[in-house]
């Protein structure tokens, strides 16, 4: 399945088919993965997404991570 960011009417966002994720160090973190990817970060305690090469991985506020 994919995992499609969507934006309904509203303006709510939310992933199509859930969302999943794993958990890794900062130092450990994948980065051959789809844009939109959560994961857990355990050396930051906070889940993180990735953005895409250019800004990498992201908190919630949209800062770099």
Do not use: C, Y
Request: zero cysteines; aromatic letters at 12%; hydrophobic letters at 45%.
């Amino acid at each position: 399945k994919s995992h499609v960011f969507v934006v309904d009417a509203s303006g709510n966002g939310f992933f199509k088919h859930g969302v999943t994720g794993n958990a890794f160090a900062s130092i450990s973190r994948p980065d051959d993965v789809a844009i939109g990817t959560m994961i857990f970060d355990t050396t930051l305690k906070k889940p993180i997404w990735w953005s895409g090469s250019e800004r990498g991985w992201v908190d919630a506020m949209g800062q770099a991570v």
